[in-house]
């Protein structure tokens, strides 16, 4: 560790003095990688390596921080409650999941350090899409499933939706490319688009039931 000295700012307590580095390192992160050294992070922040380190011990600590920030953090835990009022049809609250999901994640931040911690084998995306398997596509599976006029989607299925919507963000924000300015309609109508392929293959299993 060497100790590159950054411009000392105004004296912050404790708890804001972390929140300062850790906000300049999602934003330094977002746009430079994981590649970043923490005396990058650190003249980001405006601090010294040295204070730095007696908030975060190690870069993996920082990184840490950055993950619970903008994936764990953006998680509501209203959605799952909602997820399972069964007194709301599954097609409005699929709906209305993935309304607030994409408003949650569809951010420079977030899509960029995605795609960052991929290509570093972070582990932090594998992470985060493991507990979006487990606590946000397999009770939608489930709740579609007892819906009854579906039939049971694979989780690849589940998968297959979800990525679709969140490459609306990927366009937007990694690639630069056009996308709609309220993402709420095309989030809309990939739902249903989802909801009519699981009701015709469920109309066709049934028919081949009875033959």
């Given at each position: 560790?060497?100790?590159?000295?950054?411009?000392?700012?105004?004296?912050?307590?404790?708890?804001?003095?972390?929140?300062?580095?850790?906000?300049?390192?999602?934003?330094?992160?977002?746009?430079?990688?994981?590649?970043?050294?923490?005396?990058?992070?650190?003249?980001?922040?405006?601090?010294?390596?040295?204070?730095?380190?007696?908030?975060?011990?190690?870069?993996?600590?920082?990184?840490?921080?950055?993950?619970?920030?903008?994936?764990?953090?953006?998680?509501?835990?209203?959605?799952?409650?909602?997820?399972?009022?069964?007194?709301?049809?599954?097609?409005?609250?699929?709906?209305?999941?993935?309304?607030?999901?994409?408003?949650?994640?569809?951010?420079?931040?977030?899509?960029?350090?995605?795609?960052w911690a991929g290509l570093a084998?972070?582990?932090?995306?594998?992470?985060?899409?493991?507990?979006?398997?487990?606590?946000?596509?397999?009770?939608?599976?489930?709740?579609?499933?007892?819906?009854?006029?579906?039939?049971?989607?694979?989780?690849?299925?589940?998968?297959?939706?979800?990525?679709?919507?969140?490459?609306?963000?990927?366009?937007?924000?990694?690639?630069?490319?056009?996308?709609?300015?309220?993402?709420?309609?095309?989030?809309?109508?990939?739902?249903?688009?989802?909801?009519?392929?699981?009701?015709?293959?469920?109309?066709?299993?049934?028919?081949?039931?009875?033959?």
């Amino acid at each position: 560790m060497d100790g590159g000295a950054a411009p000392r700012g105004r004296r912050l307590d404790a708890g804001a003095r972390r929140e300062q580095i850790l906000e300049a390192a999602v934003a330094c992160i977002a746009e430079r990688g994981f590649g970043a050294t923490t005396r990058e992070l650190a003249q980001r922040a405006g601090v010294t390596q040295a204070l730095l380190y007696q908030y975060f011990e190690s870069k993996q600590a920082l990184a840490e921080a950055v993950y619970e920030r903008i994936y764990l953090g953006r998680l509501d835990p209203r959605w799952m409650r909602e997820i399972r009022d069964r007194a709301v049809p599954v097609e409005k609250r699929l709906e209305a999941f993935y309304r607030r999901y994409t408003a949650a994640i569809f951010t420079y931040e977030w899509m960029r350090i995605f795609m960052w911690a991929g290509l570093a084998g972070e582990g932090l995306n594998r992470r985060y899409l493991g507990t979006v398997e487990a606590r946000l596509l397999r009770p939608l599976a489930e709740e579609i499933a007892a819906d009854g006029r579906f039939g049971a989607p694979e989780l690849e299925a589940m998968w297959a939706l979800h990525g679709s919507l969140v490459y609306i963000g990927i366009r937007r924000f990694i690639y630069d490319l056009p996308t709609p300015e309220d993402p709420g309609p095309a989030v809309a109508a990939g739902v249903r688009r989802f909801l009519d392929g699981l009701r015709a293959e469920a109309r066709r299993a049934r028919r081949r039931e009875l033959r």
